[in-house]
């Protein structure tokens, strides 16, 4: 069942978007060759809190951090430790802060230092697929018109989709219905009607599209050891369109 939020509800869901999105806007400010992504981890915890807010993740069927920081070859679900980024590498942030029952959700890739064109250009495409998606919503079109979207962006440009992971809805549950997959027929699906929350997130792989789930049971890999990278925002769907609920205002 998809749930369409109220407008207190929406209210709610806004600042828990913004606090995502400052998180973020933190993070992104301290990503440099050397730091350890512990370190960004307890930075974004501390943020959360400081905000009346608790990191969704934590806990979250076991996971033991606030965020998923997840470097190269590392799709999701990354566990913050030890690792020191370096020169080079891309580093992506799930983050999701839960503010008075409801949840804010988004994911964005990073570079650290100078990257490589070929690395840069799987972010730009990436993050292009999900405005490409984004720019879709509205009441009535059908949800895998999004996905078709996404998935021909990525396509288009020789990126593989990620099959295996998908958007969700969002709301007083970190993952609600509908499963927002990034790929799909156009014109199949529920309709879409305002007061709906969803997460859209494309996941992209630089070559295969196959990954794997390491043995600590949570950080998914490419299998082919390639790059990745994964673009989130929380929006809600309105009368006229939508509304980007992890972005801060310009």
Not at 6 to 23: D, F, N, Q
Not at 41 to 64: E, L
Not at 196 to 220: F, Q
Request: hydrophobic letters at 40%; proline letters at 5%.
């Amino acid at each position: 069942m998809i749930i369409c939020k109220s407008e207190t509800e929406l209210s709610l869901m806004r600042e828990a978007g913004r606090i995502v999105a400052e998180c973020h806007k933190l993070l992104a400010a301290y990503v440099q060759p050397g730091i350890t992504t512990g370190e960004l981890d307890a930075m974004a915890d501390k943020f959360i809190r400081s905000q009346g807010a608790v990191a969704s993740f934590k806990g979250y069927n076991g996971f033991p951090s606030s965020i998923c920081a997840s470097v190269n070859e590392e799709l999701v679900h990354g566990f913050p430790g030890k690792r020191k980024l370096i020169e080079g590498d891309i580093v992506t942030f799930d983050i999701g802060a839960q503010y008075e029952g409801y949840h804010g959700d988004s994911a964005w890739t990073y570079a650290v230092g100078e990257i490589s064109e070929d690395a840069q250009r799987l972010l730009d495409v990436t993050e292009g697929s999900l405005y490409a998606g984004l720019e879709l919503i509205k009441p009535d079109i059908r949800l895998f018109t999004i996905s078709h979207a996404i998935q021909r962006h990525i396509e288009d440009a020789g990126f593989s989709v990620v099959r295996e992971y998908v958007g969700h809805g969002v709301g007083t549950e970190l993952h609600e219905d509908p499963q927002i997959p990034n790929y799909g027929i156009p014109d199949r699906g529920p309709r879409l009607k305002p007061g709906m929350v969803l997460a859209i997130e494309p996941m992209v792989n630089a070559g295969k599209r196959h990954v794997k789930t390491l043995e600590d049971n949570w950080t998914v890999v490419t299998v082919d050891g390639s790059l990745c990278a994964h673009f989130e925002h929380t929006v809600a769907v309105t009368p006229e369109g939508m509304e980007i609920l992890t972005k801060l205002p310009e």
